[in-house]
Every structure is written in structure tokens, then in C-alpha cells.
């Protein structure tokens, strides 16, 4: 079992729903405390419409995001160690929803979602290590290539 991580930063819609199919994620778990996006069709609605019309399900799952006060520390000092301590604290006491998130990665080939392109700087690989620590399970870090995406993403996105 492999549970994937993804961030949209620096990609369009086009070549997010690119790197899903390219690596078979059937199901987007959002670990994102607000998802919101400005970038087009990142927020919740209009991505789980997305997912949805592609086959794919969309899973909020809002206990996995930071607390406001871990991020608005981390946007007033920028200390990365503070903001890691300051999550893994909140993670602690997560555990039902780190249950219910490994038992997701079991049934279903799933990738956790956050904005930061570099998963090295991002909750997600906190959460994702939370799951292999819970269940074994693998984590990989999916990160955009180079290749151009097909245009058939956005002509989904017009179904949104």
C-alpha cells in the first residue's frame, strides 16, 4: 500500500489532473483546514466537481489540515522547526482521523493534497508519515515533470 502526496503550487488544472492519471490516484484527500483556492479550480466545490466528473472521488478530511495558529505563526516568523513542532502536536491528537485515513489508503489508490509544491515543507508529508507509522504503508511525494498537459482537463473544468 502506498498513500501518494501532491501539492497544486505552480500547476494549472491541466497538469494536476495530468499527474492523477498518471499515477492511477483514484481518490484526492484534501488536507487542507480552509480549501481554498485562487487559483482556478482548486476549492473545494469546483475540484470535487472536477474529481467527481473524472471519475474520481474528493475527500475533505479538515481535522489533517494546520490550525490557523500553527499558520499564522509560520506566515509572521517563517520558522519552519516551530510551524513542524506546533503540527505535530495537533497531529497527536488525531487519531481517529489517521485511522479512517489508512483505512481510505487501503481501499484506495489516494494522494493527500496541499498547495506547497515541496512536500519537504508541507504538512502533508507529516500526515502522510503519520499513516506509514500507523498502517506501514508507503508514502511517495508526487512532483510535476516537465511534459505539457492534454487540453481534455479543461474542458472538464467547463462541467465544474
Known amino acids: 500500500m502506498t498513500v501518494f502526496t501532491i501539492g497544486y503550487e505552480g500547476l494549472d ?15 484526492i484527500v484534501d488536507v487542507r483546514e480552509l480549501p481554498l483556492s485562487r487559483k482556478p ?18 475527500v475533505h478530511m479538515v481535522d489533517l489540515g494546520c490550525p490557523k495558529l500553527v499558520r499564522d505563526r509560520y506566515r509572521e516568523d517563517g520558522n519552519w522547526k516551530r510551524y513542524t513542532e506546533g503540527f505535530l502536536k495537533h497531529l497527536k491528537t488525531q487519531d481517529d482521523a489517521i485511522a479512517e485515513l489508512s483505512a481510505l489508503a487501503a481501499s484506495a489508490n489516494c494522494a493527500l493534497l496541499c498547495f506547497e509544491a515541496d512536500s519537504n515543507f508541507c504538512h502533508r508529508s507529516m500526515v502522510a508519515n503519520a499513516v506509514k507509522d500507523y498502517c506501514g504503508a508507503r508514502v511517495t511525494h508526487i512532483k510535476a515533470s516537465a511534459k505539457k498537459a ?10 465544474a
Open 41 to 58: 479550480g482548486f476549492s473545494k466545490k469546483s475540484l470535487a466537481n472536477l474529481l467527481n466528473f473524472s471519475s474520481r472521488e474528493y
Open 150 to 159: 492534454s487540453p481534455v482537463a479543461s474542458l472538464q473544468l467547463a462541467f
Open 13 to 27: 488544472i491541466d497538469a494536476f489532473m495530468s499527474l492523477l492519471a498518471e499515477h492511477g490516484i483514484d481518490t
